[in-house]
């Protein structure tokens, strides 16, 4: 039983402590292909985009994100094909997603088009239990869990206009025992990976000629977690700047700002401070999270207004 509870300790710590199996995203969108493979392809050209999140920075173990996509429309066709790469560090373990998605769009308006998608890859998990410097650990925590391979599958629906865009999806459907201790003592599972469910929604508003407003949001629902709801509002100034603020139900608030450098290229910055009571601690300086995009085009097809979604 004691080595039953040290195992379910470490990763109630690991997996648990902030509702999230999936790693978590502020800037969520500029970059939804990552959760939902509907989206791949659907902005028209090439799209590259790289992400780096340190949450809840001064907390040793706390977690680490990097993120990396592309994504292309497939030319003369109504396919889409992206690839993505997410690390996600925290505490003693380490989890790296590598997943290719696979669109098709229909368009249902003069302006709107539905597209479905579908995501297929691979989680890799290790645990270094060493990491933990237990005084006299139990045995069950000498054994790392060294490159634990794990298939994924997800689906996503995506629809959106020039004004207005909505996607549902579920990156990963497969339940999977991170731990089993089957081949010892009996027949022991924790950690298991839980199904998510990711709503997103978002509206452009044309102020004026130099600013637009959008509202969007992100909804996640996870079996025996909390529901997660984001609420942001972002205005574009002159097509260049962007400047806004969100709310994470009851957790967080954050500010953020991007800069539109060139029709190829954009950078975003958000910080996050927690409204719970670690944000009151003396070791939790909030978290921060930098993206960088990039996109090509080819000679034919411009970028004549960049893409606020």
Do not use: C
Request: aromatic residues 12%.
């Amino acid at each position: 039983m004691k080595k039953l509870f040290m195992v379910i300790i470490v990763f109630a710590f690991a997996k648990a402590v902030t509702a999230q199996q999936d790693p978590q995203y502020s800037q969520y969108m500029y970059n939804p292909v990552v959760i939902n493979p509907a989206y791949a392809g659907n902005r028209g050209v090439t799209s590259i985009v790289g992400l780096h999140r340190s949450q809840w920075v001064g907390l040793d173990g706390a977690p680490r994100t990097q993120s990396l996509s592309i994504n292309t429309p497939i030319q003369n066709s109504r396919v889409g094909l992206g690839l993505s790469l997410v690390n996600d560090a925290l505490g003693p373990t380490n989890e790296t997603y590598v997943a290719a998605d696979i669109s098709y769009s229909i368009p249902v308006s003069y302006n709107g088009k539905l597209s479905f998608g579908l995501k297929a890859g691979a989680h890799v998990l290790n645990v270094d239990f060493q990491r933990l410097n237990a005084q006299d650990p139990d045995i069950l925590l000498q054994q790392n869990i060294d490159n634990q391979l794990s298939p994924t599958v997800g689906v996503g629906a995506y629809y959106h206009t020039d004004k207005f865009y909505v996607g549902l999806s579920a990156p990963n459907l497969l339940n999977t025992d991170h731990f089993d201790n089957s081949g010892t003592s009996g027949s022991v599972s924790v950690a298991t990976e839980r199904i998510h469910y990711f709503a997103t929604a978002g509206y452009v508003f044309d102020l004026n000629d130099d600013i637009k407003f959008k509202p969007a949001t992100l909804v996640k629902v996870v079996t025996g977690a909390p529901l997660q709801v984001d609420l942001t509002a972002n205005f574009l100034i002159h097509e260049k700047l962007t400047l806004g603020a969100a709310y994470r139900w009851s957790a967080a608030v954050t500010g953020l700002v991007g800069f539109q450098l060139s029709d190829q290229t954009m950078i975003g910055f958000a910080y996050d401070r927690e409204t719970t009571e670690l944000g009151n601690s003396t070791f939790n300086d909030g978290s921060y999270e930098l993206f960088v995009r990039f996109e090509l085009f080819n000679r034919v097809k411009k970028l004549v207004t960049p893409r606020f979604f």
